[in-house]
């Protein structure tokens, strides 16, 4: 079965950095493209980043361009989310998925509170 396991999480300091691992199992992980979402508290989950599976990057919210990236492993079948200078308005749930099997997969999420 579909399998999405995050790591990484953790409190850290405004203005310091974090990287989030997703490990993933149970599909063709080098064929498929890769997300990360996150949710803060009393908002609704949003696409921070998406690389795809030829490697391209994207991130979506302008307020991550810049500090974060994303990037993939796929000889580990592990995809990164690398944040840096971070503030507190990053704070929230991180989640990795993926769209596969005609259904989108979520993992279990890692939090990320980011003091001010």
């Known amino acids: 079965q579909v399998q999405l396991v995050e790591s990484g999480g953790g409190l850290v300091q405004s203005g310091g950095s974090l990287r989030l691992s997703c490990a993933a199992s149970?599909?063709?992980?080098?064929?498929?493209?890769m997300h990360w979402y996150r949710q803060a508290p009393g908002k609704e989950r949003e696409l921070v980043a998406t690389?795809?599976?030829?490697?391209?990057?994207?991130n979506y919210p302008d307020s991550v361009k810049g500090r974060f990236t994303i990037s993939r492993d796929n000889a580990k079948n592990t995809v990164y989310l690398q944040m840096n200078n971070l503030l507190p308005e990053d704070t929230a749930v991180y989640y990795c998925n993926v769209m596969t099997f005609g259904r989108r997969y979520w993992g279990q999420g890692t939090q990320v509170p980011v003091s001010s």
């Open positions: 149970g599909f063709t992980f080098s064929s498929n493209n």
């Open positions: 690389i795809t599976s030829t490697g391209t990057r994207i």
